[in-house]
């Protein structure tokens, strides 16, 4: 459970900066190409300028989404996880109720939006699907401008696909995550509500007795 966490943690930050990496550069490139495009390339393709605008509107939308997400995380103090309960009653046969995050660390996240797990969930949905929109838009511009044969433009098809790859990896291991712990005691508001990844989820630490393993 614990080194799950810190996995599922660092993959999400991993993913996070590719995320912003791949855009920061798609945005440059077109930015630059556009800038130096002769006026006779947006007449003989008038879809050029309508695709532009969309897939300039969609990356600026994703990357003010994730820099929020930064800023509230930079503010939020890291999570720290409670000890492993140790003390288990093995004559008896006890089991010991652990919570994974600490109280204290709770009270920290209030007024918090975007770094909460229902607010991801959300926000991740409808950002791949407006990209998903804009895949006749990127390809109208891959099209057209790939005919031009400069080599800087390459890096269009690769910083898209490496953002939208990103992004669709980083919603598919939430959801996973969020599966996984659909039995658990964190299941229903509180884990919608909690930050993303310090959810309070109760593990249950002991043996099973003699009679049970029998």
């Known amino acids: 459970m614990f080194g799950l966490d810190e996995t599922f943690l660092a993959l999400r930050s991993t993913l996070r900066s590719v995320?912003?990496?791949?855009?920061?550069?798609?945005a440059h490139v077109i930015l630059v190409t556009m800038a130096v495009a002769p006026r006779e390339l947006f007449e003989a393709y008038p879809e050029l300028s309508r695709a532009v605008k969309l897939l300039s509107g969609m990356t600026f939308?994703?990357?003010l989404w994730?820099?929020?997400i930064l800023f509230e995380l930079a503010d939020l103090a890291p999570a720290p996880y409670a000890a492993r309960a140790e003390a288990v009653d093995e004559k008896?046969?006890?089991e010991v109720e652990a919570d994974i995050v600490d109280d204290d660390a709770k009270a920290a996240e209030g007024g918090h939006v975007y770094t909460r797990t229902g607010s991801e969930?959300?926000?991740?949905?409808?950002?791949l699907a407006g990209w998903a929109y804009c895949v006749p838009s990127a390809m109208t511009i891959f099209q057209i401008l790939s005919a031009r044969l400069v080599k800087e433009l390459v890096l269009l098809p690769i910083s898209y696909g490496l953002a939208v790859s990103s992004l669709?990896?980083?919603q598919i291991l939430l959801l996973a995550q969020l599966y996984r712990l659909r039995h658990t005691r964190a299941a229903g508001t509180k884990?919608?509500?909690a930050r993303t990844g310090h959810w309070d989820v109760r593990v249950k630490l002991g043996r099973e007795r003699a009679g049970e393993m029998a």
Do not use: N
């Open 19 to 26: 995320t912003i990496c791949s855009l920061l550069i798609f």
């Open 61 to 63: 939308l994703t990357l």
């Open 66 to 68: 994730k820099v929020f």
């Open 92 to 94: 008896a046969g006890l």
């Open 121 to 127: 969930v959300v926000m991740g949905t409808l950002a």
């Open 168 to 170: 669709a990896i980083s």
């Open 191 to 193: 884990l919608w509500t």
